[in-house]
Every structure is written in structure tokens, then in C-alpha cells.
């Protein structure tokens, strides 16, 4: 089979993949986290056996790297309230960068959806794409793709209305 | 609030992300697929007296320098079908075949040191562009005596094939193959570009 060379998938689709990642786990990690999903794409590519659609075959990447990221974070505070609870000190959290999104509240909330919905919905409002151009990038059916932005946007409704 | 508030929240912090400092990822990039062991083709573009040269460098050597002519798309998608899909702008580990040819066209360096990939190059070629590559600077051989040298006295017109797909031409001086009848001879790079390295040389087809 036929591959391009990476560096040509690394030019049509960093840029968009860094977007995606800023708005699923934040701008502080979110470089980070393009570097590990590109190098985890890279080790994997001489063996891939669908090049059809490389976009969508980043984007699950990306996606399992975003979810393990946060799942970190999840743990690094859980391990942090731990401390504060032994010592009575609090660690400071990172400090949150002059660029930070703005509505973090309303982002934290978008990081906290299952996986799916949160690429849906960062697709359907970040990128502004049509539902089958979503499907086509996250691996799933247009309705499938309409339904997980639906679920999302219920979830955040309630979330940010708490 | 309304659906509509939430959508608008969402696209209006969407639309302030913080743009991707390309090349910042693109060092690291590099650095990190090379400490993996992952970078099997790395490649830049560097100016030459012979217009801008793509030069492409695997763990094993130089595996390829193309002429602009060539088109750099065409280039790399042979790189990633003939040697690795992991194919890398990456000019820091271009940096010794820039070296050395940047002193070349200096007229600073008369023999290039550098460690050759072979993985472009098939059968017959294989003899010929190494007894080629035996050829010192400032001189000149015909079709027919590579041909022999590689062990083929016939072969003189096949000779000049596999010379005019030479992968790796300048370092591997296929310039300096010329017709046996007199005159230049043809060159994958275009017959200019054979006289202007000839000269460089101080060599003069026969």
C-alpha cells in the first residue's frame, strides 16, 4: 500500500489537531500532547493498512492521548489533595496562562464529557462542521455524530447551570 | 440558559485558541522521532550554485539529493514508497551533507566523505554508479570503461541508464561519465549542470 510521507500529514494536520487538543485538555498541555499523539502516529504508520482516511486515524489518536492526559491530571490532583490532607499545605495549581481560554468554567466542563461527545462537540463548535464531516473525522455514522453532540450539549446544559 | 447561549460560548472561546507554534513543534518533533528511533528518511532543501538541492539522509547514510527539477512532492512520496513512510523535514540531521557540499561548491573539498544508502539503487545500477563513485575529482571516465569496471564491457549503453537515474547525484559524480565518441554526454540534471560541475572540477571532457 501506498503511504504518504508523514511529513505531509504533519502539514495538513497539526495546526487542526492542536486546536482540537487546546480545546480538549487546555493550552498549557496541549503541545505536549500533539507531540505524543504525531510520535505515537509515526511508530505506528509503516504497519497501518487503511490509509483511506488519515484524518480520522489521527483524530482517535489524538483523542485516546487527550483522555489520557486528562486522566493524569485527574490523578496528579487527586494525589495533591492527598498531600494537602497529610501536611496541611496546599500545592499551588499551574498557573493559568495570560491566553487561557476565556469561559474556562464552561471548558473544564467540555473536558469532563466522555471522550466521544467531547470530540463531537469540539468539532461541531470549534471547527464549525456539518455532522457528517464530523462522523467522517471521529470514525462514526452522521447521526451517531449528531447524537453525540446532542448528549454533550444536554450534559454541559446541566453543568454549567449548577 | 438557552441552547443558543451555550453554542455561542462554545464557538466564540473555540475561535480564541491559541495558534500552534509550528516550528516549535517541528524541532521537537524531529528531536523526539530521532531519541525514538523513529525518523527512517530525514530531508531539507539547501541552496547550491545549482539551484535549491532536497537532500535526504537515512540512519545509514545519504540515501538521495534531488535536482529542483525533479519536484519535491514526487520526491518524497518515492522516499516514503522505496525506503520508510517516516519521512521528516528535518534539517539539523542534514547538516553534515550541507557541510560538505556547501565546501564542495566552495571549491574547498575535493572528496566527499560521507556514508551512502544504497536503497535506491537496483541491480545493474548498483556496479555501476559504485565504480562511478571511484572516479576521482578533476577527472573524467567513459560509459564504457564503468561499464567494464563493473564488469559488464558491453554494457556502456545501460551504463548511461542507470547514471541517468543516479539517486544520489553530485556525491556520487555520475558528471563525470562521458561518451566515449567526445562531448558532454547527457545528465540526469541537464547538461548544464554536468558542464558547470566539469569546470568546477577543472576537468575537460575528452
Redesign the interface.
Known amino acids: 500500500m ?7 500529514l ?1 502539514d495538513a494536520h ?2 487542526e489537531l ?2 482540537f487538543l ?2 480538549s485538555i487546555g ?1 498549557t498541555d496541549a ?1 505536549d500532547c ?2 505524543e499523539t ?2 505515537s502516529a ?2 505506528a ?2 504497519r497501518l493498512r487503511d490509509a483511506s482516511n488519515l484524518r480520522a486515524w489521527l483524530y482517535t489518536i489524538a483523542q485516546h492521548k487527550a483522555t489520557d492526559a486528562l486522566r493524569r491530571r485527574g490523578r496528579r490532583r487527586a494525589e495533591s489533595l492527598d498531600r494537602t490532607n497529610r501536611d496541611g499545605q496546599t500545592r499551588p495549581e499551574p498557573a493559568v496562562a495570560a ?1 487561557e ?3 474556562e468554567g ?2 473544564t466542563a ?1 473536558r469532563g464529557l466522555p471522550p466521544k461527545q467531547r470530540a463531537a ?2 468539532h461541531r ?4 462542521l456539518a455532522y457528517a464531516e464530523i462522523g467522517a473525522r471521529i470514525g462514526c455514522s452522521e447521526e451517531a455524530a449528531r447524537q453525540n453532540v446532542a448528549a454533550g ?1 444536554k450534559r ?2 446541566r453543568e ?2 449548577e | ?1 438557552s ?1 443558543l447561549d ?2 455561542r ?14 516550528q ?3 524541532g ?2 524531529q528531536r ?2 530521532t531519541d ?1 528511533g ?1 525518523l527512517d ?1 530525514a ?1 531539507a532543501s539547501l541552496d547550491s550554485p545549482l539551484g535549491e538541492l532536497l537532500v535526504a539522509v537515512t540512519p545509514r547514510g545519504l540515501v538521495r539529493i534531488a535536482y529542483p527539477g525533479e519536484g519535491e512532492e514526487r520526491v ?2 518515492e ?3 522505496q525506503v ?6 528535518a534539517p539539523e540531521r542534514t547538516d553534515a551533507v550541507r557541510r560538505e557540499l556547501d565546501d564542495y561548491f566552495a571549491g574547498r573539498l575535493r572528496s566527499f566523505d560521507l556514508p551512502l544508502d544504497w536503497s535506491l539503487v537496483h541491480g545493474f545500477a548498483v556496479g555501476i554508479l559504485r565504480a562511478t563513485a571511484r572516479v576521482p575529482f578533476g577527472s573524467v571516465a567513459t560509459y564504457g570503461e564503468v561499464a567494464a569496471e563493473a564488469g559488464s564491457p558491453r554494457g556502456a549503453r545501460a551504463a548511461g541508464n542507470a547514471l541517468h537515474v543516479n539517486p544520489i547525484p553530485i556525491v556520487v559524480p555520475c558528471h563525470r561519465i562521458v561518451p566515449a565518441t567526445g562531448g558532454l554526454g547527457g545528465y540526469g540534471g541537464g547538461q548544464e549542470r554536468k558542464r558547470f560541475l566539469l569546470s568546477l572540477e577543472g576537468a575537460s571532457p575528452a
Open positions: 501506498r503511504l504518504p510521507p508523514f511529513q505531509s504533519v497539526a495546526a492542536h486546536r487546546v480545546a493550552p503541545e500533539l507531540q504525531l510520535l509515526m511508530r504508520y509503516p491566553h481560554m476565556a469561559d464552561l471548558w467540555v462537540v469540539v463548535f470549534v471547527f464549525d450539549l454541559l446544559r454549567v447551570n | 440558559m441552547d451555550l453554542e460560548r462554545l464557538a466564540d472561546a473555540g475561535a480564541r485558541t491559541p495558534a500552534l507554534d509550528a516549535r513543534l517541528a521537537r518533533l523526539a522521532a525514538a523513529l528518511v530531508y518524497l512520496e522516499l516514503a514508497g520508510s513512510p517516516r519521512v521528516l523535514r
